[in-house]
């Protein structure tokens, strides 16, 4: 650039000395043209010798400038293929390069523009300032609020200028980081669970240590009262045990979730079995339990499935229709009406009179321990983890659960669960699975 500038310079001179006469210019007029075409050359000589200024950003490339972007050759390849985002950022505090991954999810990550303002996040500005301040490599979680709360786990590494060829010749600051908001929710979900398990469990445990110490001290001869603090402790060790079961229950049924079941099953038949089994306790409770499938006429409606499972699903949706239905009502057990949502897939509705449940609650009652009304639940025995384990078991026959309800109507679950095709096809295979 220096040289291109001399020879401008020197031609300039030789023109204004070789024509200036001719244009009339006096001796002393030529000096002083002579005198600032050298006074230019030698400005546009020192610039363009100027190093490139570390503060105000000049070093960077403009964006898309093709050759000029950091970082260059290999290492700019091996990181437009890294699917984690990745941000290089200059000692300057500007951005120098943003991969595709770290763009996707942020939209201001363009080349020049000042890190504080593509992640306005306090730690990330924080931890970014501190690395570029002391040169030191550094672990740092973050959280995004756009579009919706995300949090990230960032690693940064500090490159001293020069130590790559292809980072360079002033420092950089490398930001990889990784969304964690998944793992974030699955550590509350499993805490939360475990708070809420230790006080469904605490609450029956508080209430027999109480009448232990009553039994132990002015009850201690009261034949009477010890007879129905007796019954009241039976009642909450029941509990205990129930929500112990259900607990376990659980935790198997999450721990094989991904195994698909593989035994052929009519589900008609399996349903109409589960609920003969509930007569007992419909009629204790003055409730109708009507059956309304018919295996031998409908023909068998075959899955592949696990039958206890898939028992315990049917019997916690008919003793939920029995205790929540009421005396004197009706609960049906029935063909699921054909729904387009479910193509190909038999189903058993399981319909009462019930009170029904509030629209906004409906989305609600598969979460663990969520109870519409939590007294009258825990009055009926219930541990609020039944449709929580219903959808699980339904979930690992690749299948669904479906609530319609209206408060003041009643409600109608209905399970829906894959058709196995081929076993319906052949004639062997069917006589095979009725036996
Ligand atoms: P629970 O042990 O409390 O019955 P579930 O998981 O089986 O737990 O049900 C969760 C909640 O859903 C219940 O507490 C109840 O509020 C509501 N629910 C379930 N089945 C019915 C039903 N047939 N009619 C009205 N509400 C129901």
Sequence with gaps: ???VIYILTAAATSLLVAFGPAFGLGPATLVAGVLLIFLLGYVASVLAAMPA???????LPPAGSGAGELPQGLGRALLQRLPTPLLVIGEDGRLTYANPAAQAILRAAVPGS??????RAPAFVDAVEEIIADGQDATFGFTLMQPQERFFEARAAYLPAGSAAEFGSTAQVIVQF?????DKALLRTRSDFIANASHELRTPLASILGYIETLQGHAKDDPEAQERFLGIMLNQARRMRRLVDDLMSLSRIELNEHVRPDTPLDLYRLASESAAAMFPLASEADVILQIELDPAASGPAMILGDRDQLSQVLVNLIDNAIKYGGPGQKVRVCAAAPDPRYPAHWGVSVIDQGPGIARENVPRVTERFFRVSPARSKDLGGTGLGLAITKHILSRHRGGLDIQSRQGEGSQFTIWV????????????KAKSRN
């Design 1 to 3: 650039m220096r040289s």
């Design 53 to 59: 200024s570390r503060g105000g950003g000049a070093a």
């Design 114 to 119: 000042h890190y504080t303002t593509i992640i």
């Design 178 to 182: 990784e969304d964690r908001s998944r």
């Design 418 to 429: 894959p058709r196995c095709e081929t076993l319906e096809a052949s004639p062997e295979k």
